[in-house]
């Protein structure tokens, strides 16, 4: 009996093991994945830029972000590639008009969101956008593991 038992401990330990993912040890902020979640929501209520929230989880999440799973943990950024000062696109933004209402400039909201094109004409109604008045300086090879 008790070999079974401990057989039945042992089993459930390894399973349990397999279904947890790894946490990226740099991790500034971390966030668990809740019903309804989308990657520009859980960007927007976490102060976290969209661009940002998918490169520290590309091994985690798609191109689309239609992957994101309950429960899931996700880093929400690198300590010393974290930015925390964000402004959510809204329907007639221009990136000019955001880095000047940010008190930062083009050159630097472009740098901290390398997703924009120059033109800025790809950003969209519920993107997050880095507007910090620095260059944070995503280090590409820090990303988490799984």
């Known amino acids: 009996m008790f070999v079974h038992s401990a057989f039945a401990v042992v089993v459930l330990a390894v399973v349990g093991l397999c279904g947890v993912r790894a946490q990226e040890p740099n ?16 960007s927007a209520k976490t102060n976290t830029s969209t661009y940002q929230l998918a490169t520290v989880n590309a091994d ?10 309950v429960g ?13 000062i964000v402004h959510v696109v809204q329907s007639g933004d221009a990136c000019q ?10 050159a630097i909201l472009l740098a901290n969101n390398p ?3 120059s033109q800025c004409t790809n950003i969209y109604p519920g993107e997050v956008l880095c507007t910090a008045d620095q ?12």
């Open 72 to 84: 899931e943990p996700l880093c929400l950024g690198i300590i010393g590639q974290d930015c925390d």
């Open 60 to 69: 985690k999440i798609d191109a689309a972000c239609d992957n994101l799973a």
């Open 115 to 117: 997703n924009v094109n």
């Open 135 to 146: 260059v944070i300086g995503y280090n590409s090879t820090t990303t988490s593991a799984s």
């Open 97 to 106: 008009a955001i880095a000047d209402d940010a008190g930062t400039t083009l």
């Open 27 to 42: 991790c500034a902020r971390n966030y668990t994945v809740v019903s309804g979640d989308t990657c520009d929501g859980i």
